[in-house]
């Protein structure tokens, strides 16, 4: 579903003063687990991956994962 919603955003062209702009999606996602202890948790995972989309390249969907924790927290 995120993918598909990334999809749909790049398809939209904007004209402005006299030029066409194209639109680029970056999301993040994180997914509440039994080991989520509180919403600032989950908050704060969805922000590590938005941010690890866009290092790596921006127009994707990261989704936070223990592999990924161990890779951001690396840097």
Known sequence: MLDRICREVQSLTFE?????????CSIGAAFHKETTASAADLLRAADKALYYAKDAGR?????????????????
């Open 16 to 24: 402005f003063d006299g030029q066409t702009i194209h639109v680029t």
């Open 59 to 75: 127009n994707q969907v990261i989704v936070y994962s223990d592999m990924l924790a161990a890779d951001v927290d690396a840097t």
